[in-house]
């Protein structure tokens, strides 16, 4: 029966509380900490409960001053219940879901005055003022997700109208929030957008009505070759992503016109499921199970995440290696793969999720590109392959756009590419096959060598001279 497990839970928390006051004070200021910590993240940690509860629908909707968060997940089991009621408590497992830390849902402090849960066949609130008065405390000393109390005041004729439609479309799981802090409301459901969807499991859609308007975010998986192809639609837009799982780390590129696209420097997140403010420092979106702070917006470079970013590094290196290698190279997932920061500076600027990657990747990459030549600054780069191509050197492909050639030439540089030899470039050389331009700017060059005194430049002019 839900009235036992409520009554257990409920019991041994009152029973704790009443033997020390103390410590239920302190619960309330860690809420308190937690509410403000998670600013902006309590809905999006709501959406995240809902998926390690396999739900396929999430909803918010405000209605007559009082919001209703509802998914057609599992049901809350009497674990779950304590789970929500402790902190720190969750029985979920790291890696196994996004959430694990048992300490998200007290976020909600932050919105209301008074949160009901209705789920399968257990209804309770949580309430300051019925906690205050039990335990004898002014209403500041209490935490308003603690202790459990009987959902004892019938829902308005409305709500209860509101909860029956959702169950009809297959909603097993009710918060009730009342008594809201509106602004902060609205700015919290701001945070939900579509960047939630691509690396969470399970939910398909998301629904949310605030004030006569409404967003939908709707979420199609399929899997083709071995490779996740995600599509996410709102009201406006629909973008597609392929992502590509090796050593439980995912890497989401970016389609348009059915082509993977490199993403712009701020659009390149890091996700740990649910997305962060981190930058990759390529031009895709990585995710994994990097340690975060309590908010989860920020990636922590503990232990943890320094083993992943080293196992990203490795997995980045052979996706290039078996690329560069091939016979059709792939170019436009070779202009994912590049850098899209000043790779010059990565030593000097504040560690952070990018910097500690091109710091790992240039280690991964040693003796890995030797043989890769990359094109001199002397000379154009149709000449250039074709004299590579003659010399059998082998050297980067073109990419779609200059931008990206010289994004990627920074890249392989970094990872131990070098322009090549001058004997080897020339080895071949037919003066025939080059452009007017390459011809000067061939001549060029090695003058320039004659004239610094280079005891190659006889040797290398004479193609050219011929």
């Not at 829902?155 to 959702?166: D, G």
């Not at 409301?185 to 009505?209: A, H, K, P, Q, Y």
Request: with cysteine; charged share 25%; proline share 4%.
């Amino acid at each position: 029966m839900s009235t036992d497990i409520i009554a257990r839970v409920r019991n041994n928390l009152l029973k704790e509380a009443l033997a020390s006051p103390q410590l239920l004070s302190d619960v309330a200021q860690l809420e308190s900490y937690i509410a403000e910590t998670y600013s902006d993240r309590s809905f999006i940690e709501l959406l995240q409960n809902a998926d390690d509860a396999g739900s396929r629908k999430f909803s918010v909707h405000l209605l007559d001053g009082q919001i209703i968060c509802a998914n057609d997940g599992r049901s809350f089991s009497e674990d779950d219940l304590k789970s929500v009621c402790r902190s720190g408590a969750s029985n979920k497992k790291k890696g196994e879901t996004i959430g694990y830390r048992g300490i998200g849902f007290k976020s909600v402090a932050a919105l209301a005055d008074r949160v009901a849960i209705i789920s399968g066949d257990i209804s309770l609130v949580f309430d300051k003022d019925l906690t205050a008065r039990e335990i004898g405390l002014p209403r500041e000393k209490v935490p308003l997700i603690r202790i459990p109390h009987f959902f004892d005041t019938r829902p308005s004729n409305t709500l209860n109208a509101v909860l029956e439609s959702l169950r009809r479309i297959g909603m097993t799981t009710f918060f009730v929030f009342q008594g809201i802090d509106l602004p902060r409301t609205i700015s919290d459901l701001n945070s939900i957008n579509d960047d939630c969807l691509l690396f969470i499991r399970n939910v398909e859609e998301i629904t949310l009505s605030v004030m006569g308007q409404e967003r939908r975010f709707h979420c199609r998986r399929a899997v083709r070759d071995n490779v996740q192809c995600v599509e996410i639609s709102t009201q406006t837009e629909t973008q597609e992503w392929e992502i590509v799982r090796r050593s439980a780390i995912d890497f989401a590129f970016s389609k348009s016109f059915g082509a993977r696209v490199p993403l712009q420097r701020d659009q390149a997140a890091v996700h740990a499921f649910l997305p962060t403010t981190e930058q990759s420092g390529l031009g895709i979106r990585i995710n994994a199970d990097f340690s975060t702070d309590p908010s989860r917006t920020r990636i922590v470079l503990d232990e943890n995440t320094s083993r992943l970013i080293s196992d990203v590094a490795s997995e980045v290196i052979e996706m290039l290696d078996i690329i560069l290698t091939g016979e059709r190279p792939d170019n436009h997932t070779l202009s994912c793969l590049a850098a899209n920061i000043d790779l010059g500076s990565v030593d000097f600027m504040r560690p952070c999720f990018r910097t500690e990657l091109v710091k790992a990747l240039r280690e991964k990459a040693k003796g890995r590109f030797g043989d890769l030549v990359l094109r001199p600054s002397w000379l154009n780069l149709i000449d250039f392959q074709t004299m590579a191509k003659a010399s059998k050197l082998a050297y980067l492909p073109k990419l779609p756009s200059d931008e990206a050639d010289e994004a990627l030439h920074q890249t392989m540089k970094l990872l131990g590419a070098r322009p090549p030899e001058d004997a080897k470039l020339f080895d071949k050389l037919d003066p025939a096959t080059l452009t007017d331009q390459g011809k000067r700017e061939v001549g060029a060059y090695v003058k320039k060598l004659r004239d610094i005194g280079s005891l190659q430049a006889h040797a290398l002019l004479r193609p050219v001279d011929n």
